[in-house]
């Protein structure tokens, strides 16, 4: 070994890097004394022209000249004296063995067209290669290093696959066709011949050439044959002659024989392709003919005039059109349908006479048969002469320029099909209407009876049953409340009050709860995700939703299981998006499974339909997966059920992601600990229920406040004029008179630029709120609420907090 590094002289670029790299912070150490098997080794790399490289020592270090380094693209020349593992991470499965084999075996390796996915511009892509390990010898004889050297190859072997798929395209197509096919170079040498030739001659596969044709030929064609092929092979003219060609059968049967040449782009013939079409029946038919030609005119004029009749007496559009977007030819049933003449029709293109709605589709099937494609069962809207719309199925045949159509009116049975469906919507609607009734009727009965009984031990002075009925009653109208929140959940149309919301942190919390509910013959895991992202929703809906998917789990479990709730993070490509009929994007999932029954697809094409259930008469509404349903679609997400009998079920919920930290929830106070109003605050209550203004009052003068009370828009605008003084704005969002409370509060921010303003509302009115954006001091309160909440609200917003 000498101390010199004369060894890295010249080598280009890359001799330049290597001379400049430090060494000496790596195990190879300064080049001087890097060992001879090394120095020459690197000699030959850099002064080679083809693409070389040196992986050496046990970490497989990398070093490489001018040629190979385009090959790790935008890693070099960060690649240069890093070990191989970390360069080629990416296909560091496929080559690790191959540089294990040359250096256990001693032996040098070469891969062909080997396919490496490889990182450029910042994707993974399929690359192929051609390359060789070859093993490096130190001076004791040990394998020190790998010489590499290669091309890459993915054009050559892209180019040959679609040459392969051509080639079996084309085999495909000709061996699906009737005719024989065959194809000869440009010399007429046959070099092809597909399935239905040698099925028609019986020869062999693979064994007819040029001269085998001489006796397949009728003697009596031969010569005349070879005649046409060879004036055809001088001068380029289409190959076209009948003649007899010998069947597998040993009869001679009368063919067409067609060819065309294939030219190149300086106009020289490349190829022919023939094919030789069976017409023994064409030909017995001329015969048929020469003996009775009277008989067979007869025949066809009987047969033109059953088509005439056909195309003149169909209620069916028929006609001929071309690719230039005009009507050819029309039958009388366009007259008859439409109202236009055949003047009119074929003087105008045939798009006017479509519905714009169904332009686009209607080019597209233009564009399908320009390029030869039968299409069947397209549905468009034609205009009447008189400006009405008839509902049109076709089918059309391409052939050359033209294409020839049949469309049947079918608007009488997709307007029965409309009607039908009404009905199923009605049916439904009824449904709905007659399960929600019943319960209704089961709470009113509660509350009213209630009242009733409380009303009696008043009168008669019996007070110690009075809160048994006030409980009763209050139960009731919570579960009627309850109700009401699942209906409005299914129809979406529910006031949510959506926060950043720590899904993790929620689970967590309601796991004791959820433990309580399933009971001890159930087992509860949660696995809740690190780094879950928080979702904007409305976290006591969460709560409720999540709550009913872990009971219809412990149902669905009667001899005891396993619940497992699980979170994850969850990016939505196009593909899994559309899966789920989401948008792209990034969301998180709240999944629980249980190890019970399972679901049938007919159940899970139900589980969301309203009053739907599989419990018995009295252990469910059918309405907590419906109010589910409906509070996630309503979230901006999604639900999806994963079922098998007999293995258990998953319900997920797929909620988008909110960008940013999320908020902490603080306990509604008791209304005794309510805070009490200071001196003169002023409260304006505008609602058109006489019983809802009563009760707010009450509550506002027992804190303290001083209430005043509109029934109307309009009655509460002329106290907004007034000086009176007014700190808080409560009103309904749907009120009579024509002003809804949005439009108040609006009014009265012109007046008062600092009202604060409450909306309690049933439901959201969205488009009336602002799709649930409100200004700044406007805040919403859903109806029925709790009095402590009505206090609460009060205050923060009169307090400013």
Request: charged fraction near 25%; hydrophobic fraction near 40%; proline fraction near 4%.
């Amino acid at each position: 070994m000498t101390n010199d590094a004369g060894f890295l002289s010249g080598g280009g670029a890359m001799g330049a890097l290597i001379r400049a790299y430090e060494w000496a912070a790596t195990p190879l150490g300064p080049p001087e004394t890097w060992p001879q098997a090394l120095r020459s080794a690197i000699d030959l790399c850099l002064h080679s022209s083809f693409p070389t490289a040196i992986y050496w020592g046990p970490e497989l270090r990398l070093l490489y000249n001018d040629a190979w380094a385009p090959i790790p693209a935008e890693r070099h020349p960060d690649a240069l004296g890093r070990p191989g593992a970390e360069v080629w991470s990416e296909i560091w499965p496929i080559i690790a063995p191959q540089f294990q084999r040359v250096l256990d075996s001693g032996e040098g390796f070469a891969a062909f067209d080997q396919m490496l996915p490889m990182a450029r511009g910042g994707r993974v892509e399929e690359t192929w290669w051609t390359y060789s390990f070859t093993p490096i010898r130190s001076e004791d004889g040990t394998i020190a290093g790998v010489l590499n050297q290669g091309n890459e190859v993915t054009a050559h072997v892209r180019t040959q696959h679609a040459l392969r798929e051509s080639e079996g395209k084309f085999r495909g197509i000709t061996n699906s066709v009737d005719q024989m096919i065959w194809s000869t170079l440009s010399d007429g040498f046959h070099d092809y011949y597909n399935d239905r030739w040698y099925e028609f001659t019986g020869v062999p596969a693979g064994s007819t050439d040029g001269e085998a044709w001489n006796d397949m030929f009728h003697p009596e064609d031969r010569e005349r044959a070879w005649g046409v092929w060879r004036h055809s092979l001088e001068t380029g003219e289409t190959y076209h002659i009948e003649y007899r060609l010998k069947h597998h059968s040993g009869t001679y049967r009368w063919v067409l024989g067609r060819a065309q040449p294939v030219r190149d782009a300086k106009g020289d013939i490349t190829r022919w392709f023939g094919s030789c079409t069976d017409i023994q029946e064409i030909v017995d038919a001329r015969e048929v003919l020469a003996r009775s030609r009277a008989e067979l005119e007869r025949q066809v004029a009987e047969r033109t005039r059953e088509r005439n009749r056909l195309w003149a007496m169909t209620n069916d559009l028929m006609g001929t059109a071309g690719l230039d977007g005009y009507l050819k030819a029309v039958n009388p049933a366009w007259t008859r349908m439409l109202g236009w003449s055949d003047a009119e029709l074929l003087a105008r293109p045939f798009s006017e006479l479509v519905d714009k709605s169904d332009h686009a589709a209607t080019a597209d099937v233009v564009r399908r048969l320009s390029l030869g494609e039968t299409v069947d069962g397209f549905v468009d809207h034609v205009f009447c002469k008189d400006g009405r719309l008839r509902t049109i199925m076709w089918s059309a045949v391409p052939e050359g320029a033209l294409f020839y159509i049949v469309g049947r009116d079918i608007t009488e049975q997709r307007n029965a099909e409309e009607a039908l469906r009404q009905s199923q919507k009605m049916e439904a609607v009824g449904q709905l209407t007659g399960g929600l009734a019943h319960d209704f009727n089961n709470l009113l009965t509660g509350i009213s009876g209630s009242l009733e009984l409380l009303q009696t031990r008043v009168s008669q002075g019996r007070l110690g049953d009075v809160d048994r009925y006030v409980n009763a009653a209050q139960g009731a109208a919570k579960r009627a409340a309850a109700l009401t929140h699942r209906l409005l959940a299914f129809s979406r149309r529910q006031t949510l009050d959506p926060k950043p919301t720590d899904v993790n942190r929620l689970v967590v919390g309601m796991e004791e709860l959820v433990r309580r509910t399933i009971g001890p013959h159930v087992t509860l895991e949660v696995v809740a995700a690190g780094g879950l992202w928080s979702a904007l929703v409305d976290p006591s809906q969460l709560e409720n939703a999540l709550l009913n998917l872990c009971i219809n789990a412990r149902d669905a479990m009667p001899d005891g299981g396993r619940i497992t709730i699980e979170t994850a993070n969850k990016w939505m490509d196009e593909r899994a998006a559309k899966e789920r009929d989401l948008d792209p994007g990034q969301y998180l999932s709240l999944c629980v499974t249980d190890t019970g029954t399972g679901m049938t697809p007919e159940v899970i094409a139900r589980a969301f339909d309203p009053f739907f259930t599989t419990k018995p008469i009295g252990q469910g509404t059918g309405l907590g997966l419906s109010m589910i349903y409906g509070f996630v679609r309503q979230s901006g997400g999604q639900v999806r059920i994963y079922s098998e009998i007999g293995a258990g079920t998953t319900m997920c919920l797929y909620l988008p992601r909110h960008y940013g930290a999320a908020e902490d929830v603080e306990a509604v106070p008791d209304l005794s600990g309510a805070p009490r109003a200071d001196a003169g605050e002023t409260v304006l209550i505008v609602d058109d229920e006489p019983t809802v203004r009563m009760l707010v009052i009450e509550v506002l003068e027992d804190l303290g406040y001083t209430a005043i009370e509109a029934a109307d828009g309009a009655g509460g605008l002329k106290v907004l004029q007034s000086d009176v003084r007014i700190d808080l704005l409560v009103t309904d969002v749907g009120l009579p008179g024509g002003m809804n409370g949005r439009q108040l509060a609006d009014a009265g921010r012109v007046l008062r630029p600092t009202l604060k303003v409450l909306f309690i509302t049933g439901y959201a009115e969205n488009a009336v709120l602002g799709h649930g954006y409100l200004d700044r001091d406007m805040q919403v309160l859903t109806k029925p609420f709790v009095m402590e909440a009505l206090a609460s609200r009060i205050r923060d917003l009169i307090a400013g907090s």
